[in-house]
Each structure stands twice: as C-alpha cells, then as structure tokens.
C-alpha cells in the first residue's frame, strides 16, 4: 500500500509497504497506536513513543508517524487518499 512515512525533523515521503501489521511496527519502530485523523485517513506511530522519549514529529505525535487510508470497520488499512497533496502539506 502507498503511505507517507514522516519521520522527525525530515520531509515526508511516499512509499510503498506491505499492508501488514509487521510491516507498520518495523515503521514506526514498536507496537502500533492507530489514530484517527479523517473519515478516511489515520496516522499510525509507536504507541509507546512518548515514554520512549521519542522526538516530536507532527500535530503533537512523537517518532517516526506513518499516514495511510483505511475505513473504520475493523481498521482495514488501505493507500494513503490524496498522498500527492499530503507530501506537499508535509
């Protein structure tokens, strides 16, 4: 699936990653906390990042954030809707 991967203190970029929760904890580096942000859009980091002490990425999030799609019935992860633009928000 095509995400934008935020990492602190660095622009965001679009890649393509296997739809699998594996695949996001290796992102984000630890157990997954997924966020809502849109009726079609959520952000996934390190559930753990705070007491981590990770650095503080974006809109109050810490650690590497990954931007993906979805639908809310059971949070089945899909492509990131609209990435273009979000790389230029980002």
Do not use: H, W
Not at 20 to 46: C, H, K, N
Not at 48 to 71: A, R, S, Y
């Amino acid at each position: 699936m095509i995400v934008i991967i935020k990492e602190p203190g660095k622009p965001g970029r679009k890649e393509d990653i296997p739809n699998t929760m594996e695949a996001l904890q290796q992102v984000v580096g630890g157990y997954v906390e997924v966020i809502r942000i849109a009726s079609d859009m959520y952000a996934i980091v390190d559930e753990e990042g705070k007491p981590k002490g990770l650095p503080v990425n974006i809109m109050g999030m810490v650690g590497t954030v990954v931007f993906c799609g979805g639908k809310e019935e059971g949070i089945r992860f899909s492509s990131c809707p609209r990435a273009d633009e979000m790389i230029k928000l980002l």
